[in-house]
DNA sequence: AATACAATGACATCCACTTTCATTGAAGAC
DNA sequence: GTCTTCAATGAAAGTGGATGTCATTGTATT
């Protein structure tokens, strides 16, 4: 278990203990899944994780706990033009600039306090291409980008 | 009838035109309100403008009109965090910055193309309180300012 | 006019998400 | 360890924005 992954699950706990909330199985499972995958996600990606292990899991708890982590300060709810409400590790500050692949939808982070050309070019050399410029900058990823030509 | 909005009849009459489609009474109504309002709207906006002048038009009218606007390439479709699909006048370039006032919801465009600094700025000038820094630079306006102290 | 077929609008359905509620289970009291 | 309390769970129902269906209406062409 990493120094962060460790940090956060003790925050949580003390955040339970204050609000008289209870640290059930579930609720254990979900913040793993949600550390280790250390990338923004959403509760469909998380709940297929989960229920690959552990069936019994409903999808209102995986709801319920994205949504109490975000309370608790160990998760930032966001969202992008799709429906999905999406969850990032919390704590890096007020900016929150997002590459979203319009191939495979994967989103990477890419915090960068500079100014704009700078994001341009930081963008460009993680191999990702500009489409437009919003702070969800959409383009392909190098993955895809190297797998389709 | 102002130049901008005779112009982007012209265009939208053109469109239907070229795709054969037919030009409805409730497309215009719909279209002047969507032109006449000027600034970012929903559908269940301009639903309710509509619905106080017109009151037999239905809302999935208003839902197609919409998309067809974006298609004709009069309008383009947005989205902020919301559950609501948006949509503005097309035709501005890449850059969409909002200001989204976390009081009263109303969004405004602020389409500025030097760096970050200056954005911000411009949004000082403007009379909104920055609270973060996102593409959805969200505030309070300066009409909420006003009113509450 | 008459015809062809796109558009409308009431209604049903979809989808992400939330709420409900009977049952389960975590944690403090003893 | 057992008891007691009440939060948590999960299946199912509900919500709200958006879209699909389809009988009827309306537009544009002949
Ligand atoms: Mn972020
Ligand atoms: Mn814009
Ligand atoms: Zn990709
Ligand atoms: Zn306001």
């Known amino acids: 278990m990493t120094q962060k992954k460790q940090k956060v699950k003790e925050q949580f706990h003390l955040f339970l203990t204050k609000k ?24 469909d990606e998380l709940y297929l994780i989960l229920r690959s292990k552990h069936s019994h899991i409903g999808h209102a708890t995986v709801y319920r706990a994205l949504r109490l982590f975000a309370a608790a300060g160990i998760a930032r709810e966001f969202s992008l033009g799709d429906g999905l409400t999406r969850y990032e590790l919390a704590g890096h500050g ?30 460009r050399s993680m191999g990702f291409t500009v489409e437009a410029l919003k702070i969800e900058l959409r383009g392909v990823c190098s993955r895809c980008l190297t797998q389709s030509g």
């Open 20 to 43: 008289r909330l209870k640290a059930t199985l579930q609720r254990n499972l979900i913040l793993d899944a949600f550390v280790d995958l250390d990338r923004p996600t959403h509760m």
């Open 94 to 123: 007020k900016r929150h600039d997002y590459l979203v692949c319009s191939d495979c939808g994967t989103v990477t982070e890419f915090d960068n306090s500079s100014i704009e050309e700078r994001q341009l070019a930081v963008a």
